[in-house]
């Protein structure tokens, strides 16, 4: 058997879709990152992290470095979910040490502000549907490029806290006490992602996925209005359009809404964080959802047998269902390298058929 | 019919043990605090918290402060999870803007130097049997009195880590790390709290609360290791010495790994955080069990409508379930007296039997 299955799409594309893949796909979020000296190298000659993004060249290349090492199913675009926001004019900066900081979005007035900027706004990251043309074709046709957004929730609560690292009061009491004014910020976002997104699926995309961070930060009402509706709106678009591309959805921390975020948003497949148990996802997930997840981050840090016998519980709990093996969230730069390159090992030699 | 019902136990007491009440039971976390001035004027008095917390006379009357103002069916304990660190030595102070600050414990040496304190901890703390011996005399009959603890997973990150406001990577490290050093800090933070609990209810506490706020930040397998797991046995040796005395777990952020814990912990009411969609509670939880929750604790600071309507949503989707209604976390200090009394006058006004 070969790293390749037969079919005209990426084994990743197909797991997505639902279909019980022979071997176990595998990424890792934020598998282009600091934990790779290669990648340290090319990020020492771009000081803006913004521009970085931007920059074809150098994106594609940290987005292709790690399937040299690892040989993963399928590169993830180097970008960040900030660069809707910037693309809107909410001024965008990555300070060292700090993380972002933006133009806080508070008021009507502020929300209007971005108003003449979102016909344009897909149009500003061409830069990024660069990245994505010169990675599909450096890609091998079995493999897959994910594209990706961030969620109109999460992007929403940067702009409206001016940054990372808060406790999520500006954006959640904006969500409250003035609702239309929230509304109309994330009618744009939606807008503008959906926008962002086809332009990356014509650009050579195979799959999109929506990160929606903070979506455990939101009450049970607060989820159904600002990830479960927009969600919805941009997989119904994109869906429309792009009824090929896949769609992966990660709504961190949605504990008890999770199965109702799987069954209403329409998402292809559901992105779990470590917190899910296995065997959890298994048993109360829509069975035509395809699961994404979820090794603790930390047990790639520990690497050895913690981590294996963890993958292996997974890979087990899971082995009746399409899914694509991932982490529960991003690699940490801390981690190393044999241990990424131990668990890519183990999971190129598992088999279905061999765990049933 | 008047506030209280037939039977010799306060309706609480009755509503935890599985009574499905005809008037909704309340009380909310953090109803003793800086919200009111009265209690603003007491902690001026006393400048160390941990002082305050053990002068029983000062926190007898901030414990009582807010019933006499709103009613609520419960007292609750004014005191602080770190209490049970301070009885082992853990050189737990607060600091001013700062949150709490510990001698971190994070090897078997500082788990060693905790042992010889372990046999009288629970007796270090005699001045809070005391303040709960003064509020039950001062109490109602039919208004109970809630003792409670920090879970020992809880109690940990913040010994761990050295204090709050962490990313808990130090604890949930050591915890992977080195597993049989952190069962012992575990054993050593149940037996204590076994003993503090006990000690509790001996001086008259009607009911017992576990507050288990960080549980949401362990995966899946650790959740079942030193949340379940401790807390289970938390809750046999209360059952078996105080089979009258109902347990309320809160394991914030729980998610997926909620009903997991009502089934296997044992504990005769689960409280449920903001997150949790009042109907999904009400669906998915053991019938058996008693929910307690869960109002955004934005919407007590907002008020008005939006507060009433959100209220309404939780008695409606609980009529048929035996239940107490809380905020889902803590009253914030911001939160005005106007909207708390709005709020009991609702919850005093409520009677099942026209809801059904």
Redesign the interface.
Known sequence: MTGTEPGTRPILVRALFGEATSRAPFWFMRQAGRYLPEYRAIRATAPDFVAFCLDPEKACEVTLQPLRRFGMDAAILFADILLVPHALGAGVAFKAGEGPVLEPVRDAAAVARLEPALAGAAERLSAVYETVSRVRAALDPAQALIGFAGSPWTVATYMVEGGGGHDF?RV??LA??EPEVFQRLVDILVEATIAYLCRQAEAGANALQLFDTWS?V??????ERWVVEPTSRIVAALRARHPGIPLIGFPR??????R?YAEATGVDAVGLD?????A??AR?LPRRTCLQGNL?P??IA?GGE?MDA?TR?ILHSWRERAFVFNL?HGITPDVPVENVERLSALLRAWRREEAR
Chains 1, 2 share one sequence.
């Open positions: 009061m959640r009491g409250l006490r455990g939101l009450p049970a009402a607060g989820f921390g949605a504990g008890t809404n999770l109702r470590a917190g899910v148990a296995p959890w996802a109360e603790d930390l047990l520990m913690a963890a519980e529960g």
